[in-house]
């Protein structure tokens, strides 16, 4: 049995451009490998930029570039080198929108 108290987890039902939004709109820190492309962090054996953000002189975007469609969000892990789970790649990654953050004045 659970306790009880209702947890609750509102990051669970981020998507990866409400991450993105949030960690640029707030001058967070990252890693310097989602800026060369890479989406999802594995084991060193297994980790590769996003083949969605190579570009056609064979660079890659930074991933807070790529924007997903709600149907789309498993294709983060594109740059996970075993990861079979892909069923639908768009043909290019578009660029996503300028972040929209709500915050909250406690003064």
């Avoid at 990861?83 to 290019?92: G, K, L, N």
Wanted: proline content about 9%.
């Amino acid at each position: 049995g659970w306790p009880a108290f209702m947890r609750i987890h509102p990051v669970l039902l981020w998507t990866f451009q409400d991450v993105w939004g949030f960690l640029r709109a707030f001058d967070l820190p990252y890693c310097s490998l989602y800026d060369k492309g890479y989406t999802s962090l594995g084991e060193t054996n297994n980790s590769c930029p996003n083949p969605l953000l190579k570009q056609p002189n064979g660079m890659y975007l930074p991933a807070h570039t790529l924007y997903l469609t709600n149907s789309e969000q498993h294709l983060e892990r594109k740059s996970r080198v075993d990861d079979d789970t892909d069923t639908h790649t768009p043909t290019t990654a578009t660029p996503a929108a300028a972040p929209t953050v709500a915050t909250t004045d406690n003064t």
